[in-house]
């Protein structure tokens, strides 16, 4: 009877796996957060001693055609806060902009669900049509009273790389304090891999992650490069900004964007081996321009990209 339980659990799996039928969301949202619970008693101890002096840890993976990044932390923030602070697609294009590649983000809604129109390009200011657009399907794949996940798609990305996901889950530790799990991967093919290349021999050269991969000669740590090294900084990047986010909240609305940008410089000074890129004024003088930018598409009843073109002729790109 045993034998025959675990065989029909295992098709029953497969059949989910394949689409062939869903489990009710209550249910799918129930086992996640289980799951999510088990992995937070797992990676207890690394929340508590890592090298990040914080409790947050990271891990990267990487296949012949994909690369993906894991964070998990602690946050002190009560779930029911931090979960209507999240589900929001027009608050992830606040958490999105922070990032340096971010040039513009907005946030629609039509019979097909929600979209992030993204514009992603260099780490300096530049002409936001001459940034690469992404469109992420936004959707809350789950929500109960002790979880949320959140979940972004992309087909296509930069440099020929391909599904683009982006995944949030939280769930409550205690009354005030919540664990996420930030997932982020992407694929790529033959050209985009071709790219990824180019770019990691030459301005990617030098540049590492996190994971730590032995000692070098003068006893410093050897930090991760490559693909893996070049997933995990963006990661980083995308939970600090996710937790500056968070942090603004008990700030005046018309205060919390300049605290973000602070929060997030600061926190990503901290790592500056993998994460400077530019001097203090020089982003918050970009963000604040792209922001306003931003801000004054926001307000046209065009859209995405006619609204760009047009917001330049106006003299405000």
């Known amino acids: 009877m045993k034998k025959l339980c675990?065989?029909?659990?295992?098709?029953?799996?497969?059949?989910?796996?394949?689409?062939?039928?869903?489990?009710?969301?209550?249910?799918?949202?129930?086992?996640a957060a289980a799951v999510l619970a088990a992995k937070?008693?797992?990676?207890?101890?690394?929340?508590?001693?890592?090298?990040?002096?914080?409790?947050?840890?990271?891990?990267?993976?990487?296949s012949t055609d994909s690369v993906a990044g894991d964070m998990y932390a602690l946050i002190d923030q009560p779930f029911g806060a931090a979960a209507a602070a999240l589900k929001g697609a027009g608050d992830w294009c606040e958490i999105m902009i922070l990032h340096l590649n971010t040039k513009y983000c907005r946030a629609s809604a039509d019979a097909k669900g929600s979209v992030l129109n993204v514009s992603i390009g260099k780490k300096v200011e530049q002409p936001v049509e001459d940034a690469y657009r992404v469109v992420f399907a936004y959707r809350v794949a789950a929500q109960s009273a002790?979880?949320?996940?959140?979940?972004?798609n992309a087909d296509e990305g930069p440099f020929s790389t391909r599904n683009y996901s982006i995944v949030l889950e939280a769930i409550p530790v205690d009354r005030s304090r919540t664990f996420l799990?930030?997932?982020?991967?992407?694929?790529?093919?033959?050209?985009?891999?071709?790219?990824?290349q180019v770019y990691l021999s030459t301005a990617g050269s030098g540049k590492v992650g996190f994971t730590v991969t032995g000692k070098q000669a003068d006893g410093q740590?050897?930090?991760?490069?490559?693909?893996?090294g070049l997933v995990e900084r963006n990661t980083m990047r995308y939970y600090l900004a996710i937790e500056a986010f968070l942090g603004s909240l008990s700030s005046p609305p018309q205060a919390r964007f300049e605290k973000r940008l602070r929060d997030?410089?600061?926190?990503?000074?901290?790592?500056?081996?993998?994460l400077h890129e530019l001097e203090q004024e020089e982003y918050l003088l970009m963000k604040r321009r792209e922001y306003q930018r931003q801000q004054a598409i926001l307000r046209l009843p065009s859209t995405f990209p006619k609204e760009v073109a047009d917001v330049q002729a106006a003299g405000t790109g």
């Open 6 to 31: 675990s065989a029909a659990w295992r098709q029953i799996a497969a059949c989910v796996a394949a689409g062939l039928f869903a489990l009710p969301a209550h249910a799918a949202g129930a086992e």
């Open 40 to 62: 937070f008693a797992e990676v207890r101890t690394q929340l508590s001693d890592n090298q990040f002096r914080k409790p947050i840890f990271l891990v990267s993976s990487e």
């Open 146 to 152: 002790d979880y949320l996940q959140v979940r972004l």
């Open 181 to 196: 799990h930030l997932s982020y991967s992407y694929a790529y093919g033959t050209a985009g891999r071709l790219a990824m």
């Open 221 to 228: 740590p050897r930090h991760i490069g490559g693909m893996r």
């Open 264 to 274: 997030w410089f600061a926190a990503t000074e901290r790592y500056p081996q993998q």
